[in-house]
């Protein structure tokens, strides 16, 4: 399924990754009674180990698998529900992430703690401002521009806290490939 790098190279264990991925196809046939979300398939880990499978391929993949199920929710909650019902749902959480872009006091996100390592603000802004953009219709974005986005390093109070600009960016990635 993935290529393996060389045995004196690092990738994901490969038991890990089938075993995830086997799950995943399980979940999304509707072979067993357990659920995978979207949250699931973000917050999946693997090992690092010498010759394991290509970092690189199995992060795609996670990427594509993330995108089908939210199409499958998507489906799911259309035919339930009804197209307009998504549509609102989605406005909603766009709404949200809106507003806290645009904070009175102008912080986005918490700043790092004092020596801790964190992202740095303007490229946290830059994309941001990029995501605002989108809501206002004034530029396109894509889910997978919001993925790759690289982050500079900071350290204490001129960085953003990292965990709170995960969480912002994953929930940006939802509703993008909610309206894809």
Same mark, same amino acid.
């Given at each position: 399924?993935?290529?393996?790098?060389?045995?004196?190279?690092?990738?994901?264990?490969?038991?890990? %990754?089938?075993?995830?991925?086997?799950?995943?196809?399980?979940?999304?046939?509707?072979?067993?009674?357990?659920?995978?979300?979207?949250?699931?398939?973000?917050?999946?880990?693997?090992?690092?180990?010498?010759?394991?499978?290509?970092?690189?391929?199995?992060?795609?993949?996670?990427?594509?698998?993330?995108?089908?199920?939210?199409?499958?929710?998507?489906?799911?909650?259309?035919?339930?529900?009804?197209?307009?019902?998504?549509?609102?749902?989605?406005?909603?959480?766009?709404?949200?992430?809106?507003?806290?872009?645009?904070?009175?006091?102008?912080?986005?996100?918490?700043?790092?703690?004092?020596?801790?390592?964190?992202?740095?603000?303007?490229? %946290?802004?830059?994309?941001?401002?990029?995501?605002?953009?989108?809501?206002?219709?004034?530029?396109?974005?894509?889910?997978?521009?919001?993925?790759?986005?690289?982050?500079?390093?900071?350290?204490?109070?001129?960085?953003?806290?990292?965990?709170?600009?995960?969480?912002?960016?994953?929930?940006?990635?939802?509703?993008?490939?909610?309206?894809?």
């Amino acid at each position: 399924m993935f290529n393996n790098v060389p045995p004196y190279r690092t990738g994901y264990d490969r038991d890990e %990754v089938d075993e995830f991925f086997e799950h995943a196809r399980q979940a999304y046939e509707g072979r067993t009674a357990e659920r995978v979300t979207s949250a699931d398939i973000q917050a999946s880990t693997f090992d690092l180990v010498r010759g394991g499978y290509n970092t690189h391929e199995v992060d795609a993949a996670l990427d594509r698998l993330e995108a089908a199920f939210i199409a499958r929710q998507r489906a799911e909650y259309v035919s339930a529900n009804g197209q307009q019902a998504w549509m609102n749902a989605l406005a909603e959480r766009a709404r949200t992430l809106y507003g806290r872009l645009g904070r009175p006091d102008g912080e986005k996100f918490a700043p790092a703690e004092r020596g801790q390592q964190g992202y740095n603000m303007d490229d %946290v802004d830059d994309l941001c401002d990029r995501l605002v953009g989108y809501f206002d219709r004034q530029e396109p974005l894509t889910a997978a521009e919001v993925r790759s986005a690289t982050f500079g390093r900071a350290r204490g109070p001129e960085a953003y806290e990292e965990a709170s600009v995960d969480a912002f960016f994953s929930r940006a990635v939802e509703v993008l490939l909610g309206v894809e």
